[in-house]
């Protein structure tokens, strides 16, 4: 089991199922804190994604289906690269992972993040800017429950926000229709 911290401590085992939210860079207010005196970490997420879900502060560069399409081939390298992706979807301004890490896990979102960011910013012509927000939420999914939660919750987060009436109708998810 790996453990590492900057301002959230971030545990990994390989073999042991992940979920995994990342946002792009000022998807969030700026000075907007969640004290960890009055709210679990579970609560501080949920605050937090409900900001996200709305998408009224900052970029929305993942709208832009080129920029969606990158994000997307990202993630499916990693998981041939190294993990079980079992759910995903690409909100306009974050992105949801299920997976079961079979490799270094802080490598493995390097790799993602580091190669999208470089692809969408050439894209969108911001190249040498900040895409993605330096540091991932992550926690290890603990039983069965709590995994079939998780991936109910990535598949119909699409639904959650509004922008479609059902979670297949969503391209940008494990949960589309071909």
């Known amino acids: 089991m790996a453990f590492s911290q900057r301002r959230l401590p971030h545990i990994y085992a390989i073999g042991q199922p992940l979920f995994v939210t990342f946002r792009l860079y000022g998807s ?5 804190e969640f004290p960890r005196e009055s709210m679990t970490p579970g ?5 937090m994604d ?11 560069y993942l709208k832009r289906p080129e920029v969606a399409r990158l994000v997307r081939g990202s993630i499916q390298h990693c998981a041939l690269a190294g993990c079980d992706l079992h ?3 690409i909100m306009p301004n974050h992105v949801h992972l299920l997976l079961t890490p079979h490799t270094n896990v802080s ?3 390097c790799s993602l ?4 960011a470089r692809q969408a910013n050439q894209l969108l012509g911001c190249t040498g800017r900040p895409f993605w927000q330096d540091e991932s939420y992550d926690r290890l999914v603990r039983n069965g429950e709590e995994f079939r939660r998780i991936e109910r919750y990535i598949v119909n987060n699409p639904v959650k926000a509004g922008l479609v009436a059902s979670a297949e109708r969503f391209p940008w998810s494990s949960a589309a229709l071909d």
Do not use: I, Q
């Open 50 to 60: 409900r900001l996200l879900d709305t998408a009224r502060f900052g970029p929305v």
């Open 113 to 116: 993040k580091g190669y999208s």
């Open 107 to 109: 490598s493995l979102l």
């Open 43 to 47: 609560e501080a997420f949920a605050a």
């Open 87 to 89: 759910a995903w979807v």
């Open 28 to 32: 969030l207010p700026v000075g907007r």
